[in-house]
């Protein structure tokens, strides 16, 4: 018999406030497994370092570092709002990570690999898909070929990793963009189950998918005790506050924006000595709105 549909907790509130131990922490290895491809082991992880409990704890930030086995440190991020330069904002920040992970004096041999995974529950850029992964590489100008390691650099770069580098593009952070608003809730593979809890905070049928299963042991919503559902709750509430903000914001400056095109249409119209009722028509205005407008001129 298929399992029926059950609510966990979101992930973004999971991953701050319950998978700390060794045990939990398989939910995130699951999680980064599915969606690297590869089997994952995630050591630790840190809270964001610009991480808040108000409010407005939904902006912009690095949510969770987690140090997985293999030495690559993974930023995981939730983004609610719109923002025109989002992309930007991830690269600097993987790009701080970069640097961060360098003492002083140490060769730039040991900056550690960074892996920065964004769940956006808004509209970020413009495609089609609801993942996206860049990982840039070296291109040839003039023989378009892609430019590799010579058998000394891949020497050196064996002697100082324990993973695997076979590339240049091995040492540059890997970005990924799940755009969450975006998934139809059809599984096509293992990672859409995760995709489908992400955007419905449930689980349903059997499950394929690494870590789920352990997942909808520790985030089902009915063992929270008093004080958890108490903090799940207003942080539900937040993140509610904070969407409705921003909407409200979209709405009312779209309300300003058509308002004073209509304006400037009164007033072009009007200075083409167009009638008041033709004015009207063309605006939806009435004729008192109008002669407001038009006494404000003066």
């Not at 050591?43 to 690095?62: L, M």
């Not at 419905?200 to 299963?213: F, I, N, W, Y």
């Amino acid at each position: 018999m298929a399992k029926e549909e059950r609510k966990l907790v979101s992930f973004d509130w999971a991953l701050k406030y319950l998978l700390k131990s060794e045990k939990e922490l398989e939910v995130v290895s699951g999680f980064l497994s599915e969606l690297l491809g590869e089997d994952i082991t995630v050591k630790s992880v840190i809270d964001g370092e610009t991480i808040k409990t108000t409010a407005a704890e939904k902006q912009n930030r690095v949510d969770l570092l987690a140090q997985i086995a293999t030495g690559e440190q993974v930023i995981i991020e939730f983004q609610y709002g719109h923002e025109n330069d989002y992309i930007d904002r991830i690269m600097h920040g993987a790009s701080k990570v970069v640097a961060q992970s360098l003492k002083q004096g140490q060769y730039y041999v040991y900056a550690t690999k960074v892996i920065s995974v964004s769940i956006v529950f808004c509209n970020i850029g413009a495609g089609k898909d609801y993942i996206y992964k860049y990982e840039g590489n070296f291109v040839g100008r003039h023989f378009d070929d892609t430019l590799g390691f010579s058998k000394g650099e891949l020497e050196h770069h064996a002697k100082h990793h324990t993973r695997k580098i076979e590339r240049p593009e091995d040492l540059f952070p890997v970005y990924y963009i799940l755009r969450v608003n975006k998934f139809d809730k059809r599984i096509r593979d293992k990672f859409d189950e995760w995709m489908y809890f992400l955007k419905t905070e449930c689980v349903k049928g059997e499950l394929d998918a690494k870590g789920l299963d352990k997942a909808s042991e520790i985030l089902d919503t009915l063992k929270l005790n008093g004080e958890q559902r108490r903090d799940y709750e207003r942080h539900r509430n937040n993140v509610s506050h904070y969407t409705s903000a921003i909407q409200t914001a979209k709405e009312e400056g779209a309300a300003k924006g058509e308002a004073k095109e209509k304006i400037a249409a009164v007033v072009r119209m009007h200075q083409a000595k167009s009638e008041k009722s033709l004015i009207a028509t063309a605006t939806g205005l009435t004729l008192a709105e109008i002669d407001k407008i038009l006494a404000s001129l003066c």
